[in-house]
């Protein structure tokens, strides 16, 4: 039995608005540790937003070998 096969761009579509959502979620809680974060919050906000951009990132470049993979294949 042939399973469907999800279209490409949509995939695509709602993968960037994860990683979007993600971004942004990782921007409030540095926003968060630097209003409420104490002694060093300026240092902790700056720390939290760069880990959610570079886990953001580090997924996204496998995205991209992933699809390149593929590619390869066919």
Known sequence: MNE???D???LRYWIRWIMLGLVA???LL????YLYGG?????????IAVCAIV???F????????ERR???RE
Not at 30 to 33: C, D, E, R
Not at 39 to 47: Q, W
Not at 59 to 66: T, V
Request: aromatic share 14%; proline share 6%; hydrophobic share 60%.
């Open 4 to 6: 469907p096969q999800a």
């Open 8 to 10: 490409p761009n949509s």
């Open 25 to 27: 979620w990782g921007v």
């Open 30 to 33: 540095g926003l968060g540790a």
């Open 39 to 47: 002694n060093y919050a300026l240092l902790k906000a700056v720390i």
């Open 55 to 57: 886990f953001v990132e």
């Open 59 to 66: 997924w996204w470049l496998m995205l991209i070998a992933r």
């Open 70 to 72: 593929l590619n390869r």
